[in-house]
């Protein structure tokens, strides 16, 4: 990961922490369930700005540099690396 990209996401997922660990108090406190599903909605949105951070990050550097290479085995393989992500992501 490029040094900016890392620490942007090392900060979020700091936050997301704090938010997690936030929504474990409210269901041990018996708050009311549609504040911890909206809580839980905020969580999900933050998780999917670091994983489209971490994929910019990851298409820039590596999948470039691939391309860059001129290795159509070292393409092929970022190609794939990239479909299976995206084949998760549908599951």
């Known amino acids: 990961m490029q040094p900016a990209a890392k620490t942007s996401c ?5 936050r997301i922490e704090g938010q997690v660990r936030g929504v474990a108090r409210m269901v041990a406190e018996d708050r009311y ?3 911890v599903l909206t809580q839980l909605s905020a969580i999900r949105a933050a998780l999917r700005r670091v994983e489209d951070e971490v994929l910019r990050d990851h298409v820039g550097h590596c999948v470039e540099h691939a391309i860059r290479s001129g290795d159509a085995e070292e393409q092929r393989r970022k190609v794939a690396e990239l479909m299976e992500v995206f084949a998760r992501a549908e599951r």
């Open 33 to 35: 369930c549609i504040d």
């Open 10 to 14: 090392q900060k979020r997922l700091g």
